[in-house]
């Protein structure tokens, strides 16, 4: 069984780099509050994405959990090209840029040709806003820009271009193979980088279709055109990813809190994983404890009801990755504790399907509040079910038993879940299946006398057959 460490709802996904690869550390964050491991493909080889694949398999096994991988693409990241030395550009000045990998005399090289998509006056950001550009004219391989704010460039710095809608550049050559890779290596989660509109995420769908394995698809929210079309990307994707560096960049700093909680809103609604990422916790890449700023602002993700909170270079690069998995999962744990202090009321009014299993886990909700319920057991097989008990956000835990390890793994990233792999669900009443309960309320230190609520189907184990809910004493599954 897994360790029987408190409970948090919250999940923690942490990114693995230099700092955390070796198979002790990323133990060691598994045991601090690690849920989820997230493997950056702008950085490392395949050889060394494939090491970190089979540590964390190893250690699903030895400490009886499922772990979600999430590989996380590239995306057509603009940059500039290589420079011979840093240059120096001042407002009110002309620059042209032009599209290719290495600097000409004169201007400034763009790896990627945005130029036939540009007009006068969009905006230009180089390396996250800080110098900015206008658009004065372009060509089929190059702009004529003004500069607004100045400042160095220097080679492969990042560039946004905010209101530009750039067709057809969702997935890059390098995606596509970094993709068939994490599809061998079976990644629980693929999260595409800079999407713009639905078709970026119809699009990974169809390379997935094909194959035997079948992660989930996670947008990442971080241009203008996406938050467009929030809701169609969220209603194509089974996670969503706040990341609000770029988002920052191409919105306005004071944007990206009104649409973090518009994208948690409307992810719910879906019964859609929401994940928060970007400098949670920035200082403790170099300091061995974070600002007050960056506790609060961990916190007010959690009172705001994500599913996850993310860690980049805190954990991947930084100085101390055990110390701020640790101290992550210690600030979750004392929001949750204040918001059930403060009985603050979590669930929402979902729009509900006109489906059974839509029925099944609304009154199931209903059922858990009015009866103060600690624990619902839900069995599924594609994790439909589940995802939406956890949209609601109940005050009960959520046990998912599936005999699908991926569904388990899929699970383990959403608000409130604990997923058990049960190799083989027939019938509740099996032995098998009775231990296992009567394990997982010893875990959860419920009270025989305690209410608990179980959700199953028909034919247990087969997909869209919830049909029944039944209440009864913990009691029933002790020997």
């Not at 875990?443 to 609520?453: E, G, K, L």
Request: with cysteine; aromatic share 4%; glycine share 6%.
């Amino acid at each position: 069984m897994k360790t029987t460490r408190s409970f948090k709802k919250t999940k923690i996904l942490a990114t693995l780099g230099p700092a955390s690869s070796d198979p002790d550390i990323i133990r060691e964050l598994l045991i601090h509050g690690m849920n989820a491991v997230r493997l950056n493909f702008s950085h490392g080889t395949h050889e060394d994405h494939k090491k970190n694949i089979d540590t964390i398999r190893r250690l699903e096994k030895e400490l009886n959990t499922p772990i979600p991988i999430i590989q996380d693409l590239q995306g057509p990241k603009i940059r500039v090209g290589t420079l011979e030395n840093p240059i120096v550009v001042h407002r009110g000045q002309e620059i042209t840029l032009k599209y290719g990998e290495v600097e000409q005399k004169g201007t400034l090289p763009v790896q990627e040709n945005i130029f036939p998509h540009l007009k006068p006056d969009d905006p230009i950001f180089i390396n996250d806003g800080i110098i900015r550009l206008k658009v004065v004219s372009t060509t089929k391989d190059s702009a004529l820009c003004h500069v607004v704010e100045g400042g160095e460039i220097k080679t492969h710095k990042g560039i946004n271009i905010p209101e530009t809608h750039l067709p057809n550049m969702s997935l890059t050559k390098k995606d596509e193979e970094d993709l068939a890779f994490g599809l061998r290596e079976g990644v629980d989660y693929v999260a595409v980088s800079f999407v713009q509109t639905p078709d970026d995420i119809k699009k990974v769908k169809q390379l997935i279709s094909t194959a035997e394995h079948k992660p989930g698809i996670i947008a990442k929210i971080e241009t203008k055109t996406a938050v467009t079309y929030l809701e169609e990307i969220i209603h194509e994707s089974t996670a969503v990813m706040v990341a609000r560096g770029d988002l920052a960049v191409e919105l306005g700093q004071e944007e990206v809190p009104i649409i973090q909680r518009d994208i948690i809103a409307i992810a719910r609604r879906h019964n859609t994983p929401v994940i928060i990422a970007t400098q949670m916790l920035e200082s403790m890449i170099t300091n061995p404890e974070p600002t007050r700023a960056e506790v609060s602002d961990v916190a007010t993700g959690v009172m705001g009801q994500v599913d996850a909170v993310m860690l980049s270079a805190e954990s991947a690069a930084g100085a101390h990755p055990i110390k701020v998995v640790s101290m992550m999962d210690k600030i979750i744990r004392r929001a949750e504790t204040y918001m059930h202090e403060a009985a603050v009321d979590q669930t929402i009014k979902l729009e509900h399907g006109d489906d059974v299993t839509s029925a099944i886990d609304g009154a199931a909700v209903s059922i858990v509040n009015q009866l103060h319920v600690k624990m619902i057991f839900a069995q599924t097989a594609t994790g439909t079910t589940v995802f939406r008990l956890s949209a609601y956000r109940p005050k009960a835990v959520i046990v998912a038993i599936s005999d699908s390890m991926s569904v388990c793994r899929q699970l383990e990233l959403s608000w409130g879940v604990d997923a058990y792999f049960l190799k083989q669900i027939t019938d509740t009443q099996n032995q098998m299946y009775k231990q296992l309960v009567q394990k997982l309320l010893a875990r959860h230190s419920m009270n025989p006398s305690a209410t608990i609520v179980l959700i199953t189907g028909r034919n247990p184990g087969k997909a869209g057959e919830t049909n029944t809910i039944h209440v009864s004493q913990a009691a029933e599954y002790y020997e």
